[in-house]
């Protein structure tokens, strides 16, 4: 009998999840915001999970997502891109430099805000690799819970602000990602990529990398375009809900988070998104002439935002994918190394 409520339970929020994540597309639709299948389902998520309404996203339907949502990604992938790939190392020292300013600067700055130990300051400004983070914070019983509201503000913020810059840049963004060449994957050649991206699946896990089940799917899916096997690119009735599902999983990140703790971390988060996105910029100019991309295409991968997000407004812009994949890559590689150096000196002084 429990387990029957529990599962009723279950199926309710995860049609409520539904119905708040079709809502918000359909009005960012309507009113012209960019990249309205992720910026609408985020903001109303969002707003739901502070005024404390129960949403959980299932992990295995966020999988399905992920894995959708990256062979979307890897079929935009083209020779060219591939072509690209000798000028990336000059770009990645200079998005390493920014990341280390970042967190060197971003400590200062909210050690002051949060009033907080130099520890806990570092792990709050961290540009990214939430998971990470966290497991430092807890095995050094640290208060977490604030660096994970920072953290939240930052990938939120970026999330809204960076495709609302797009537009006044005048960029266009779209709906969403479309097919390349202007045809679609048959079901045969939709269902053949994501048997082989879960197929991989395991593989990619023993890399460490973020986001495995993403990377799958990209790596699929740039295949399947660069061999022809399917030169297209995936269905839009498939990777367009795969995109709006990826914006209300940025909402969820705030459940159990209350308006109480949200006001109190907010001014540290706005400081922390301000210094990356100023950081990013600096440092994506500073790159764009080496690997002769615009601005824009280099600003998406250099921004410490999720992979999955700045992987789809990568792609929703014609951005390189395997350029801002292995950027963000790179980026949390670096924290994984530096991060725990910089602890270990705090706790040595």
Do not use: Y
């Not at 690799?129 to 095995?139: C, K, P, R, T, Y």
């Not at 922390?272 to 994506?284: D, E, I, N, Q, R």
């Amino acid at each position: 009998m429990l387990l029957m409520m529990s599962s009723r339970s279950a199926m309710l929020r995860l049609l409520l999840l539904v119905t708040l994540t079709v809502g918000g597309a359909v009005t960012a639709i309507g009113v012209g915001m960019p990249i309205p299948l992720l910026t609408g389902p985020a903001i109303v998520t969002t707003i739901a999970s502070v005024s404390g309404i129960d949403l959980q996203f299932p992990m295995r339907v966020r999988d399905v997502i992920f894995l959708f949502a990256g062979i979307a990604i890897g079929a935009t992938i083209s020779p060219e891109s591939i072509a690209a790939l000798t000028r990336w190392p000059f770009a990645f020292a200079i998005l390493a430099i920014s990341v280390l300013v970042m967190i060197l600067v971003g400590q200062r700055l909210l050690q002051r805000i949060m009033r907080t130990d130099a520890r806990s300051a570092l792990l709050a400004a961290t540009p990214g690799h939430l998971s990470f983070v966290i497991a430092l914070g807890e095995d050094l019983k640290l208060a977490t819970d604030k660096m994970a509201v920072v953290q939240s503000i930052r990938l939120l913020s970026l999330t809204l602000l960076v495709p609302f810059a797009f537009k006044l840049s005048g960029v266009e963004t779209g709906v969403g990602i479309g097919p390349t060449q202007g045809t679609e994957m048959s079901l045969l050649q939709t269902a053949t990529c994501a048997v082989c991206a879960v197929a991989i699946v395991p593989i990619i896990k023993v890399t460490k990398l973020s986001a495995p089940v993403l990377m799958a799917g990209m790596v699929v899916g740039a295949v399947a375009r660069l061999t022809e096997f399917a030169p297209g690119g995936l269905s839009q009735w498939i990777a367009f809900p795969a995109l709006a599902a990826i914006g209300a999983l940025i909402g969820t990140r705030f459940a159990g988070i209350s308006i109480t703790q949200l006001r109190e971390s907010a001014v540290a988060g706005l400081v922390s998104t301000a210094l990356a996105a100023t950081l990013t910029l600096v440092a994506a100019w500073a790159a764009t002439g080496i690997v002769q991309m615009p601005l824009t295409h280099v600003f998406v991968a250099f921004a410490p935002g999720g992979l999955e997000t700045m992987a789809i407004m990568g792609a929703a812009i014609g951005a390189n994918p395997g350029f801002v994949a292995a950027a963000h890559a790179g980026r949390l590689l670096l924290l994984s190394v530096v991060i725990p150096i910089l602890i270990s000196r705090m706790q040595n002084f």
